[in-house]
């Protein structure tokens, strides 16, 4: 079955270390998403991707970057860890076909920067 | 700014009963609307939309109702089971740049 994994699923970092989340999907989706989840806050966009080579900031994208150089693969890294960014990260994917709107997460990774 | 707000951080429902969840929003170039379930250490899933043209939508034991006038939209579970303990969020989509902005998520506990 066609998917969308995160690794690691949690990680414990401390402040000023770079940190590479991985996700990878199956689908052969165009369009990927990042999202980090805060209580009171829902799910905030960081970094989206419409395709190979594409990338964009979106509403917290200070200390983040994301790179886009396959179909599958959107990485997400933290340049410089600060504790601000503890958090529960989420990728998402979309093919532009389906229902407007609808995206496919996979299970996120829990962040801790001490 | 909070575009879209749920202001009930968890809701409380017998098994059997109706569950509504409420959703407002503040901006008018919202194009659809969303709700999307999540189950702890899962994912959200997409549970049901509706676009802004329209003021239902049913799909089950789900049904979506959108208010444009008072900018308010909801979610009604009937009748309401276990499984459906999770946290909902309401999302719109921007017709400009096909976007979702979030709500903090409602809590929702059906008790036996």
């Known amino acids: 079955d066609a998917e969308i994994t995160q690794s690691p699923r949690h990680k414990i970092t401390e402040t000023g270390r770079q940190v590479t989340l991985a996700c990878h999907q199956t689908w052969n989706h165009n369009n990927m998403f990042w999202y980090r989840q805060d209580l009171g806050h829902g799910l905030r966009l960081i970094h989206y991707s419409y395709g190979v080579q594409d990338t964009n900031k979106g509403e917290v994208s200070d200390g983040y970057s994301v790179s886009r150089s396959n179909t599958e693969d959107l990485p997400l890294t933290l340049e410089s860890a600060a504790s601000s960014q503890t958090s529960v990260y989420f990728c998402?994917?979309?093919?532009?076909?389906?229902?407007?709107?609808?995206?496919?997460f996979g299970e996120g990774s829990r962040l801790t920067v001490l | 700014d909070q575009q879209v707000k749920q202001n009930s951080p968890s809701l409380s429902v017998q098994e059997g009963r109706i569950s509504i969840l409420n959703c407002d929003y503040t901006n008018s170039m919202f194009d659809y609307f969303l709700w999307y379930k999540k189950y702890p250490a899962e994912g959200p899933t997409f549970l049901i939309s509706i676009s802004s043209i329209k003021d239902k939508n049913e799909d089950g034991r789900f049904t979506v109702f959108l208010n444009k006038s008072a900018k308010h939209l909801s979610l009604h579970i009937v009748p309401s089971q276990p499984g459906d303990s999770a946290v909902y969020f309401c999302a719109a989509r921007m017709d400009s740049n096909y976007q979702l902005i979030w709500g903090a998520g409602t809590k929702l506990i059906i008790k036996p």
């Open positions: 998402a994917s979309s093919d532009g076909r389906g229902k407007p709107g609808e995206l496919f």
